[in-house]
């Protein structure tokens, strides 16, 4: 007989079970969701995309449980609430062959010891019946008759239990035998509601109400208790309306809620009935979709695409087969996985891999895949369509070969670097290329990095080679074809190139000489001195030269240092020219062209420079310097003593008395020697003065005045009295005076 085995504990219960007997999981019931052709599927889940809200957090399963879908397990594993309501479920279901019984002591104050039966009766009817169908009251009645339960197919029918006769100890009692519920597809609606009538008994003498609480109910069950009021003796029926939350999707499941039920007048007299809140699997089967719904491939033979599977609109987990095929049945797919699971309220995305033949090249060819998916709940398909191409087969072009450079140029030395470019870019095949070259004179030696090649079809290969060819006579130029041939050993391709050999030609010719600075003006001087330069940058050997020189007129002398150079390939080198010429007269300038020669021994070069010497006129400076220093002399002599024994503008008395003794007026003498003096200060300031003017006039006048004023006072004093004898003043004034006349001769012009 099979089995279905419980995907959360593992027990294993009877085909038809629609709960585990063990952990009270919902095993699927006979929806077909988790079955293809009778046959247990067991899938995995794929990536989970998208979801809406529901009443427990699924959790995803990486590998199948042992004997189930893991989508149950995730749908009950990732809410360990939910797990242990099973779990008291269950054992309410263990113990529901024996009402529920809480005793609590009479008191004087209870009237329901003295004047109601010693019990009350709860009974709780599972059938839900519209609010105006509500069982009529009936007396009560000490020993409570068993309640049928009636539960709503397909939920399973609990079977009722006669209470148990009541205790002497406890002679108030609430009796309250276990009901079932199942929850309709109209109460799983938004705002849907569910009706169950409990049966009530007040034994006592009083009016007593009673307080119907849940207990652990879960948080989308809403419970509304009608009146609970009865009079003394009553028996009656109140009805419990069990609301599911809006905007939740309530998963496919069995909960036990229990209902506790105590009297306000004696609290302490309570009892517990269960009822089994079933609910059912609801919902349509999942919707299939493929993207993309059109597949194009170019020269390709695998693809893929996503399958997408939507049950947000169930709450119970399907499993499905997914299949795919066409019509020609060449088309091969891999799902991975093959059998998946959607847990409830989730969307889920997979990749599947597929690979068609290839149509011939150059043809395009559409293919119609029907990919579909099922259970024994029912099945939906999807068509795709794959829309394959190839391009036409590729002709094999020839391999292509050039030369880069296609000349080359050699001015040093005769071995000269190229490259020889393959291009197979247009071929289809690999080929093995042999290299060599040609030239017709057969003078030139080829040399190849690689002499044969291998290429693959789309391929470039660049190959170095190396040429040698004679050198043409020096200073000369030759120029030789030449040809590098690919073979294949069936076809050749040639490619062609030119080779230009250049033999260098004597370092002088491509020297280059040069006077720095190529022009000079020197005044007043013989000496000048230039720089000669010898450029061998062109030259490709060393050069060494002499050098020589000489001015036009034949009268400056050249000097080398160092005369004799050498210049190395690519080299400057340089020499220093001293040139000594005679001065030219005054204020005359002489123009001398200079020749400058470098020679190998065989050939020289030449180049040229000038010289241009000038001579200035030397006496308005002497003339200056000669007045300045006689003007000085002159005044610094006026100040100084004249005479022996006369100080500056004082004579001493001794003199005075020799003057008086030769009937001398002392007194005018001694007024005029310092108006001489005053009077040479003027004429040396006039002195001075004169060289603003360029004739000297003035300086020579005052010069000359200077001398006849102080010789005039000499001669006055020696017809007077006597000659007395001079000092250094009259000395100086006469130098300075004719230091000045000197420099005012010289301030003359000359014609």
Not at 137 to 160: H, L, R
Not at 645 to 655: E, I, V
Request: include cysteine; proline fraction near 9%.
């Amino acid at each position: 007989m099979a089995e279905r085995v419980c995907e959360v504990c593992g027990s294993t219960n009877d085909a038809a079970a629609q709960f585990c007997r063990s952990c009270d999981t919902y095993l699927g019931w006979d929806s077909g969701a988790s079955t293809l052709d009778g046959e247990p599927l067991t899938g995995l889940v794929p990536t989970v995309v998208d979801a809406v809200p529901t009443t427990q957090v699924p959790v995803q399963v990486e590998a199948p449980v042992q004997g189930g879908s893991p989508t149950a397990a995730a749908a009950t594993a990732g809410a360990p609430a939910a797990t242990a309501a099973a779990q008291e479920t269950a054992a309410h279901s263990a113990a529901a062959a024996a009402p529920a019984t809480t005793e609590a002591p009479a008191t004087a104050e209870s009237p329901a010891t003295a004047d109601a039966p010693d019990s009350i009766a709860a009974k709780a009817s599972a059938t839900a019946p519209p609010e105006s169908s509500v069982p009529s009251t009936k007396p009560a009645q000490t020993q409570p008759a068993p309640t049928q339960p009636a539960p709503t197919q397909p939920g399973p029918s609990v079977p009722d239990a006669s209470p148990a006769p009541p205790s002497a100890a406890a002679p108030a009692r609430i009796e309250a035998p276990d009901a079932s519920l199942e929850v309709t597809e109209a109460m799983v609606a938004p705002g849907a509601a569910a009706t169950v009538v409990l049966k009530l008994a007040n034994p006592s003498s009083i009016v007593d109400g009673y307080d119907v609480t849940p207990v652990a109910a879960p948080d989308w069950v809403d419970v509304t208790v009608g009146d609970t009021h009865l009079m003394p003796g009553q028996e009656g029926a109140v009805p419990i309306t069990i609301t599911l939350r809006e905007g939740v999707l309530v998963l496919a499941q069995r909960i036990a809620l229990t209902l506790r039920i105590s009297s306000r007048a004696e609290p302490e007299r309570a009892a517990e009935v269960t009822l089994q809140l079933t609910v059912p699997p609801l919902g349509p089967s999942a919707t299939l979709e493929v993207r993309p719904s059109l597949i194009r491939l170019e020269d390709h033979a695998a693809g893929e695409f996503t399958v997408r599977l939507d049950n947000r609109a169930a709450n119970f987990p399907q499993t499905v087969r997914l299949t795919a095929t066409d019509a020609e049945e060449v088309v091969r797919f891999a799902f991975a996985p093959a059998v998946v699971s959607v847990p409830a309220g989730q969307v889920v995305e997979l990749q599947v891999a597929f690979t068609a033949p290839e149509p011939e090249p150059g043809r395009e060819l559409s293919r119609q895949v029907t990919v579909g998916a099922g259970n024994d709940a029912g099945r939906s398909a999807v068509t795709l369509t794959l829309v394959q191409r190839t391009t036409a087969e590729a002709v094999d072009a020839p391999v292509r070969v050039r030369i880069e450079p296609s000349t080359l140029e050699l001015e040093r030395g005769n071995i000269g670097d190229f490259d020889v470019i393959v291009d197979h870019r247009g071929g289809v095949h690999e080929v093995t290329l042999t290299l060599a070259g040609r030239d017709p004179a057969q003078a030139i030696g080829f040399a190849f990095s690689s002499e044969q090649v291998v290429l693959e079809p789309g391929s470039v290969q660049r190959v170095r080679g190396r040429l040698s060819a004679p050198l043409p006579p020096r200073g000369e130029t030759e120029r030789h074809p030449f040809s590098v041939v690919a073979s294949d050993g069936v076809r050749d391709v040639e490619a062609t190139g030119v080779v230009e050999l250049s033999s260098p030609p004597e370092p002088i010719l491509t020297a280059a000489i040069r006077v720095e600075p190529p022009s000079q003006l020197i005044v007043n001087e013989r000496q000048a001195t230039f720089q000669v330069v010898i450029d061998n940058q062109r030259g490709l050997d060393p050069l060494a030269v002499r050098l020589d020189g000489a001015s036009e007129d034949g009268a400056a002398r050249l000097t080398f240092f160092p005369a004799e150079l050498s210049a190395p390939p690519g080299g400057v080198v340089a020499a220093r020219l001293v040139v000594d010429a005679p001065r030219p007269e005054a204020k005359e300038s002489v123009l001398r062209r200079i020749r400058v020669s470098a020679s190998d021994g065989v050939r020289s070069i030449e180049t040229d420079a000038t010289l241009t010497q000038a001579a200035t006129d030397r006496r308005p400076v002497v003339s200056r310097i000669l007045v300045i220093i006689g003007g000085l002399l002159v005044i610094i002599g006026a100040f100084m003593e004249w005479f022996a024994g006369f100080d500056a503008f004082l004579p001493s008395a001794q003199l005075i008395a020799e003057l008086a003794r030769s009937g001398v007026d002392v007194t005018n003498l001694s007024l005029l020697e310092p108006a001489v003096r005053v009077l040479v200060l003027v004429l040396a300031a006039l002195m001075l003065l004169g060289m603003i003017g360029t004739s000297g006039r003035l300086t020579r006048f005052s010069a000359v005045v200077i001398v006849l004023v102080t010789l005039g006072l000499l001669l006055f004093l020696a017809v007077a009295a006597f000659v007395p004898p001079l000092g250094l003043g009259l000395v100086l004034i006469w130098l300075g005076a004719v230091l000045g006349f000197v420099g005012g001769v010289l301030a003359k012009r000359r014609d």
